[in-house]
């Protein structure tokens, strides 16, 4: 079962909430809570959050160490194999869509990096900025463009490359038919009012900031060059540590950026035909209506 959505949308509340009634473990697909350095930040679950259910791929990684969809992919699969010996469902949550579908649908067989071309676009990069990556990959792929990170060279990167190596755009490339994977899929997308979720991600980040979202940025600047750090709210906090703004610059920014995301996130998420829509205003009555639909899906699926 996959719970998807926004960033802010409650869908580590509704995942905690349908684990404990099914008895079964989460799975989290948001890439930004990989890293155990960054807890606040990237809102990753408290252990209060949680509520004693078992939460995998939350901070098992470094910022410093290398990670990929691609190893992620192989490692959930891996762990699935494992859990499904023990549970009927496991649920995965994030708001990831990259990582998501790799998973659900397997990652398209692309053409490794050419290393002339990776330097190139670093050289590019430190001269224009990410704004070079930007105009090349709208150029060259307007609809990857429209889905993709904006904020993350390493995206873009990827996108120009395949484009550049294959001379076919990247958004025709990431089209082809889902692997099968030996379980059912059932895809669940929280919904929210524009004017709801605005509000949420604003008070959500002036409750980081109270957590100590700006301590922990400063332990981590030293590192602000690594791609785990090139992501929403760190990359404003630093440019307030580097004293290129001020406080309330950054944090207006974060507001702003994360705003960006969140609309992003559901872009990609609503090309998908396969997610049914949920209404995320109330998490008891929206839990109840899954918990429901999935027992039947269960039932159906038991006949077969």
């Not at 330097?119 to 430190?126: A, D, P, R, Y």
């Not at 600047?221 to 630093?238: Q, S």
Request: hydrophobic share 40%; with cysteine.
């Amino acid at each position: 079962m996959v719970i998807a959505g926004p960033t802010a949308s409650g869908k580590t509340s509704m995942a905690v909430k349908l684990a404990k009634h099914f008895h079964t473990e989460v799975i989290s697909a948001d890439s930004r809570q990989f890293y155990r350095e960054i807890p606040i930040g990237t809102a990753a679950p408290t252990l209060e959050e949680m509520q004693g259910v078992p939460h995998h791929f939350v901070g098992h990684l470094s910022v410093a160490g290398e990670y990929n969809v691609s190893k992620f992919e192989e490692e959930v699969l891996d762990l699935l194999k494992f859990k499904f010996q023990q549970h009927d469902v496991m649920i995965m949550v994030g708001g990831s869509g990259l990582y998501l579908d790799a998973v659900c649908k397997g990652i398209d067989q692309l053409p490794d990096p050419d290393p002339k071309l990776r330097v190139s676009l670093i050289e590019k990069f430190n001269i224009e900025g990410i704004e070079g990556l930007r105009l090349w990959l709208k150029e060259l792929d307007p609809d990857y463009y429209k889905v993709v990170d904006t904020n993350n060279r390493m995206r873009l990167m990827r996108g120009i490359e395949v484009c550049v190596q294959t001379g076919l755009p990247y958004s025709l490339q990431r089209l082809h038919t889902a692997q099968i994977r030996p379980f059912h899929i059932l895809k669940f997308g929280i919904n929210l009012p524009r004017e709801m979720l605005i509000e949420r991600i604003q008070q959500r980040t002036d409750k980081m900031l109270q957590a100590g979202w700006i301590d922990e940025a400063k332990a981590v600047f030293p590192y602000r060059h690594l791609n785990a750090l090139n992501t929403v709210g760190y990359k404003e906090l630093f440019a307030y540590l580097a004293g290129e703004w001020s406080l309330e610059q950054a944090v207006e920014k974060i507001k702003t950026n994360t705003r960006r995301y969140a609309k992003r996130q559901m872009t990609w998420l609503r090309r998908d035909t396969k997610v049914h829509w949920i209404d995320g205003r109330n998490v008891e009555e929206a839990a109840i209506s899954l918990i429901q639909l999935i027992e039947v899906k269960h039932l159906l699926l038991a006949k077969d």
